[in-house]
């Protein structure tokens, strides 16, 4: 007699059924794309990144770029553990579960890696609304964790030049681009970023020549969504063919309403949506609230093409991907895999009398 021997119902076995997970392509767990090495940031060796071959996709987990010594000096707030906040992470964090520091409050419910920081922070006070618990995933600056690294904000790490007003360098990117504050001349925010989420101009340390670099921002990808420079957001989305092109569609909820996510995408249209032809994403606040609360609110430049067709794909995507997920063998659907949803490998064990008799692999 043939048997699946699950988790649930042999935990004592070792390997029965696990998932294998996959690392995020473009750099995913650490960042390496196409072989290169990982970012090491330091405060004793300034990091000058790597011009060639661009543009490219950056890391989707790990360091994007590093912050500069100089920048680094502005910082007055203390880091827990008393750490180097030398690392700049990009946008998307790798996931939250009860497990988490000040986040009992989950319960069963996990929030995806893959989602940006924000957009994951306002899921967690959307499923813990009801616990009375105040939960900041970022600190005052905008970083967290062990090894510290900043993903948003970074409003400690530069000033306004008196002149320009522009926001002074914080860091330099993976490919030698500086990363600024989110203010350019005359001390606003820019409406001519690029899908990777920079621009051409001058900063106050160019000496006057107009260079590409990259800008601050309050919506993802807040610093680097990949190294440019591209004309279009879908250039961007060509760079992660895994994950942009084919990924996984998730649906998000917060306070605001319900939206769908393209998980480990980093590459945003002028909607803030990473799904093409969604729109404004309903999980997102109301713009007409963002307006009134920011007279100042950057309001993107992105060359896009949306159309109705477009959204109904989306949206039959998302809705094939659960229904695949649905019929997946119950024998193969461990409580592992309770209310989650993932990219990677399912693998199951066939025994039959005690003999190994084969292995499924199910893609995910």
Not at 181 to 209: I, M, W, Y
């Amino acid at each position: 007699m043939m048997m699946v021997v699950t988790l649930q119902l042999l935990p004592a076995l070792l390997l029965l059924l696990t998932k294998v997970s996959a690392q995020p392509p473009g750099g995913g767990g650490g960042g390496r794309p196409g072989g290169r090495p990982r970012i090491q940031c330091s405060l004793t060796t300034p990091f000058t990144g790597n011009r060639s071959d661009t543009p490219r996709a950056a890391p989707l987990r790990g360091n994007v770029g590093c912050v500069d010594l100089a920048a680094h000096a502005l910082r007055q707030l203390p880091i827990r553990g008393d750490q180097e906040g030398v690392n700049i992470y990009g946008p998307m964090e790798a996931g939250f579960g009860s497990g988490n520091p000040r986040m009992a409050c989950l319960g069963d419910v996990e929030v995806p890696g893959g989602i940006d920081t924000n957009l994951a922070e306002h899921m967690v006070h959307y499923i813990c609304r009801d616990s009375g618990v105040e939960i900041q995933v970022l600190d005052a600056c905008g970083g967290h964790a062990m090894p510290y690294h900043y993903h948003e904000r970074m409003s400690c790490l530069f000033t306004a030049d008196p002149v320009t007003l522009h926001s002074t360098r914080i860091g330099t990117a993976g490919d030698g681009n500086g990363i600024y504050g989110k203010h350019v001349d005359g001390g606003v925010e820019p409406d001519d970023l690029d899908a990777c989420g920079g621009r051409f101009g001058v900063t106050p340390d160019s000496n006057g020549q107009v260079v590409y670099y990259y800008s601050i921002t309050s919506a993802a990808p807040f610093s680097v969504g990949c190294y440019g420079p591209v004309n279009s957001v879908q250039e961007c989305r060509d760079m992660y063919p895994e994950t942009c092109g084919g990924g996984t569609i998730e649906t998000v909820t917060t306070i605001y309403g319900t939206g769908l996510y393209t998980l480990d995408c980093p590459c945003f249209d002028k909607n803030q949506s990473n799904v093409i032809g969604q729109g404004r994403p309903g999980y997102l606040e109301p713009l007409e609230d963002v307006t009134t609360n920011n007279s100042n609110s950057s309001n993107y430049n992105f060359t896009t093409t949306m159309d109705d067709e477009e959204n109904e794909v989306a949206v039959a995507k998302k809705a094939q991907t659960d229904t695949e997920r649905e019929q997946i063998p119950s024998e193969v659907m461990s409580s592992a895999a309770v209310g989650t949803s993932f990219t990677g490998i399912w693998v199951t064990i066939f025994f039959s009398s005690g003999a190994f008799m084969g292995i499924l692999i199910l893609l995910q």
